[in-house]
């Protein structure tokens, strides 16, 4: 497989046309269920949504993003170098978060 090479501003003008909706209508749909957990359960249940819920929104996400045309999970379109950024610091902050406590 070949490597397209992009300069930085073309990644960026990318970025820039792309719908981004997946994301916020999964957090859409997780907090109206923490709304509704809050309104009807329990103290202990709520707890429970709330755990469930904020951990779903990434998952939910993917499944939203493929019906939203943004398909985080297809493999066929280029790398993003912010993406790789993204990932490799969110990779860190557990091994800092472990060296701090």
Avoid: C
């Avoid at 109206?32 to 707890?47: A, C, D, E, R």
């Amino acid at each position: 497989m070949t490597q397209l090479i992009r300069t930085l501003e073309q990644q960026k003008e990318e970025f820039k046309r792309a719908k981004l909706l997946a994301t916020p209508i999964a957090g859409l749909v997780a907090w109206f269920i923490v709304g509704l957990g809050g309104i009807f359960l329990s103290s202990t249940g709520k707890v429970w949504v709330l755990f469930a819920a904020t951990g779903s929104i990434v998952y939910l996400g993917m499944f939203v993003s493929k019906f939203t045309g943004e398909n985080f999970l297809d493999r066929t379109k280029p790398k993003n170098t912010f993406d790789t950024l993204f990932l490799f610091t969110a990779g860190q902050y557990p091994a800092y978060q472990v060296h701090i406590f």
